[in-house]
């Protein structure tokens, strides 16, 4: 059943985009740069690495992506050989890496397939280098050594995630367009509820962060999209737990935080905050919530190529500091960095306090916050793809402190 919702979200597209491409050509680079036998990468459908280098959206079971100068093979596991072949194979791009899928020996340990895989593009020469991620899992490690190569980690495959290319941005695009929605859902709950001494009431019964968080997720569902369990609502003193999932009433006058990173269906995050209160009568809640529209306004004026990006958290927090908002990593003030990045990990690089500079296609989210854990929270975030002379907010959502009622 369709609810209504506020004002100003976006219009979403029936049909999800296709699946990006990966290139698998700047693994090839480091594997030759690095004079090294090959690229291994372990792990199952839940590993982002592995879901970026293969697109493979298989099961709970570990397998590996290897890597060489110009070849690449997906170990599959069992039953999976048609999916595997049609998604790393048929998907892949015109890169100049000759891809196929590996069927044999799927009872033997993914860090034996990989060896093996290895050892036939290799041919007659003698096992050396391999090139890993730093998060394979050790028994694949031990395998990998026990047949004589020396492991070496890499940061070639976070390098590859860090510039989205435009199939990437398109699926980010969408499911950022359906977390707008999914707040406007929660905007217009908080509207239409009514005041009833501590308790707002919502359709008779007393409003909890739960019971926001299930509308939230149900109209993202709508357009087949999932939560991930990332559906964050904080009301009053929750509100200033960055990380909230528990069930708190929700009180007339208090900061309600809603933080939604819901998962698309090739892996790609969304990412939005707002912040809203229910007949407020200004005092911390309003002033905290001035001083941080102002540090998101700031910030994203300093978002561009070439930027560095701490440059852009120095500013945010300069902002309120401006304010009279303390900036540190206790529990009080401005607690986080102004943003990370964002594509099939929900945080990965850039950091936003990092001394690099920005380039095209990098994804961050822009995020300052003011908490105080005796009264409340205040965050506005919203999800950006750096340009050439700037960026492009991957959906629009209007920031407001009181929350508007459907039309």
Sequence with gaps: MTRPLAPGAPEVAADHPDAPETDLQPIADAVENAGAAGFVAVGDR????LRYLSRFGGPD???????????AALTVPGLFDEQAHREFVDGAPDDGIAREVRTENQGEPVGVRAAAALEDYAGDEDPSVVLTPASIPHDAALYLEEAGYELESTTAVADA?????EAELACLRRVQAVTCRGMARAEA???TAEPDGDDLLYEGDPLTTERLRREVDAEMARHGIRSAGNTVIGAGQTAADLHYTGIDHISPGETVLLDISPRGP?????????TFAVGSDGGWERRAFVAVEQAHETALEHVEAGATAGT???EAAAELTAHGFRIDLSELGFTHGVGHGVGVSLHEGPSLRADTPLEPGNVVTIEPGVYDPDTGGVRIEDLVAVTEHGYERLAT??????PVAPE
């Design 161 to 165: 995630r860090l510039r989205k290319r």
């Design 266 to 274: 090739h892996g790609y995050y969304g990412d939005l905050t707002r």
């Design 312 to 314: 852009v958290h120095e």
């Design 46 to 49: 839940f590993a982002d690495d």
């Design 397 to 402: 959502y209007p920031v407001r402190f009181t």
């Design 189 to 191: 709950v908080l509207a």
């Design 61 to 71: 079971r570990d397998y590996a992506v290897v890597v060489t100068s110009d070849r």
